[in-house]
């Protein structure tokens, strides 16, 4: 199972919106509505952000969003803040009980 | 609050063994599927292997296979992961997570595992 593709670097200034894409196959982001989004700060543990392609865990604003058109998946980040500099990484569920991930993005407040 | 602590990483020359435990508090544990993932340094996250709640069903990535054992003790509230045959490759920080609705919502802080002659 081949990672999902990612562009490695996203920019933009605070209050802009920012958007990541994440393609797979339709083996894996194609094939199921199970992608979730992670943001990892240096030295962290990632923590999650999105499930079930556009779903918000409790406790994550609302400017954090999700969505999926085919065979890409894209988180989009609304009002970019200070804090929301991190990496970010894509993961769908795929065939044989597997999980694959994205290479990840990193993102760059101006 | 839930709270996932692993341990057991070291240096292990390659061949080697290791048992990485993940104990886990704040949820009922026995329901949920549990989930090994590691990021090589400097790296991108990889999932490695999960188990259901009941220890019926189990799952690895294709690079781990026969290597690597996932199991848990419900009674102890604690999952596990046996590294054989270790090699330079499977060098990580390796991370236990809760898994539901497809996704890894809790995560521990990790455990450094390194495999070096």
């Known amino acids: 199972q081949s990672a999902l593709t990612q562009p490695p670097s996203a920019s933009g200034s605070p209050g802009q919106s920012v958007t990541i894409s994440c393609t797979g196959t339709?083996?894996?982001?194609?094939?199921?509505?199970?992608v979730s989004w992670y943001q990892q700060h240096p030295g962290k543990a990632p923590k999650l952000m999105i499930y079930?392609?556009?779903k918000r865990p409790s406790g994550v604003p609302d400017r954090f969003s999700g969505s999926k058109s085919g065979n890409t998946a894209s988180l989009t980040v609304s009002g970019l803040q200070a804090e929301d500099e991190a990496d970010y990484y894509c993961?769908?569920?795929?065939?044989?009980?597997?999980?694959?991930f994205g290479i990840g993005t990193k993102v760059t407040v101006l | 609050e839930v709270q996932l602590v692993e341990s057991g990483g070291g240096l292990v020359q390659p061949g080697g063994s290791l048992r990485l435990s993940c104990a886990a508090t704040?949820?009922?544990?026995?329901?949920?599927?549990m989930t090994w993932l590691r990021q090589a340094p400097g790296k991108g996250l990889e999932w490695v292997a999960n188990?259901?709640?009941?220890?019926?069903?189990?799952y690895y990535v294709g690079s781990v296979e026969g290597r690597f054992t996932i199991s848990r003790d419900n009674a102890k509230n604690s999952v596990y992961l046996q590294l054989n045959s270790l090699r330079a490759e499977d060098t990580a920080l390796y991370f236990c997570?809760?898994?539901?609705?497809?996704?890894?919502?809790?995560w521990g802080q990790g455990v450094l595992v390194t495999v070096s002659s």
């Open positions: 997570a809760s898994h539901v609705n497809w996704a890894f919502d809790y």
């Open positions: 704040g949820f009922t544990f026995s329901t949920y599927w």
């Open positions: 188990i259901k709640g009941d220890g019926g069903e189990r």
């Open positions: 339709s083996s894996d982001v194609g094939g199921y509505n199970f």
């Open positions: 079930e392609v556009s």
């Open positions: 993961s769908s569920f795929a065939p044989n009980n597997n999980y694959v």
